[in-house]
């Protein structure tokens, strides 16, 4: 879904009048009866869906308590699913772990002066301090495998070590590094570079609604969670896990980007849609969960 097939649908769907749909959604006379025409089935389906997720959320805390006597499909003897995924493109070698030059700054000064950050200085961050930034919060410092287990284990906890993340990375202002769509390969520490195509920052930004942090960071973290990892050990419950999980890769990326004179901005406002088509994940069995965008603090 694109971003004015997104405007249309929200203000249709909030009965807004065609004029107004048109103003707001900044759309054609001619896009609007498009979509009036060729959108009807979606409304529908929207409005179908309103009312059985009427109390989606108090169901899901309710119906994903914990239940003593579900056999988990780990518990069963299904086959684990695999820790990290693959994908493939030119490998960009990233700066070793540790390769910063680490400054002073105390964990009390980097927690009580976090602040979320939305504008950024104009320069590059160096490829040393992506590799710190990663490090934070998706590098997986040790890989177990075997045939009923694997699992990796990074500086953020997760439940039962299950690491449900895939990290991305839109990169536009790190040097050394060309502008461009990654995957971050947690254990080998390097990016895949998935697009290059300079279209995929502006559907990015669409899919961030446009939000001023996306629009400038040198670069934006934005991850998937692959639920099953999780939900194979957790069954349903799983998935309060994920949403706990990540929590702790954005506070982690938000410290280790004050310690170099950063800052960053969770993103939780995003199209899923879009920022999953853009990705080439399904939506369900991966899906986009959380987004960062990150830079320097400008100066004063
Ligand atoms: C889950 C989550 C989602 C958020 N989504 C957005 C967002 O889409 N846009 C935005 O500008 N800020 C977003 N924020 C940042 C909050 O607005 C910010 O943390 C809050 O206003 C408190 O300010 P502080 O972080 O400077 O203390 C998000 C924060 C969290 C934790």
């Not at 006379?29 to 108090?58: A, P």
């Not at 927690?111 to 961050?125: F, M, N, T, V």
């Not at 998706?138 to 075997?146: G, L």
């Not at 960071?217 to 998937?224: L, M, Q, R, S």
Request: proline content about 3%.
């Amino acid at each position: 879904m694109d971003a004015k097939t997104f405007g249309y649908l929200y203000y249709k769907t909030r009965d807004y009048l065609r004029a107004d749909i048109i103003r707001e959604a900044r759309l054609t006379e001619e896009e609007y009866d498009f979509y009036e025409e060729n959108l009807k089935l979606v409304l529908e389906e929207i409005y179908r869906d309103r009312v059985i997720s009427e109390n989606i959320g108090g169901d899901f805390v309710r119906l994903t308590r914990y239940i003593y006597d579900r056999i988990s499909d780990q518990e069963s003897g299904k086959t684990r699913p695999d820790a990290i995924k693959t994908r493939s493109g030119e490998i960009v070698s990233l700066p070793a772990v540790g390769a910063i030059e680490h400054s002073s700054m105390s964990l009390s000064q980097a927690i009580s002066q976090r602040r979320s950050l939305r504008k950024y200085a104009p320069g590059e961050l160096s490829a040393e301090e992506l590799s710190w930034l990663l490090w934070s919060c998706s590098w997986a410092r040790d890989f177990r495998s075997n045939e009923r287990m694997e699992i990796t284990l990074r500086n953020v906890p997760s439940a039962g070590a299950r690491h449900p993340f895939e990290c991305y990375l839109m990169v536009r202002k790190v040097k050394g590094i060309k502008p461009g769509l990654y995957y971050y390969h947690p254990v080998k520490h390097c990016l895949v570079l998935i697009n290059e195509n300079s279209e995929v920052f502006a559907k990015i930004e669409d899919g961030c609604f446009n939000q001023e942090m996306v629009t400038n960071a040198p670069v934006t973290f934005i991850w998937t969670a692959v639920p099953y990892r999780t939900a194979w050990r957790y069954g349903q419950r799983g998935y309060r896990y994920l949403y706990l999980d990540a929590g702790h890769v954005g506070q982690n990326l938000h410290l280790a980007a004050e310690a170099i004179e950063g800052g960053a901005c969770m993103i939780g406002a995003y199209l899923d849609e879009l920022m999953n088509e853009i990705l080439e994940v399904d939506g369900v069995n991966e899906f986009v969960i959380y987004i960062a965008a990150v830079g320097k603090k400008q100066e004063k």
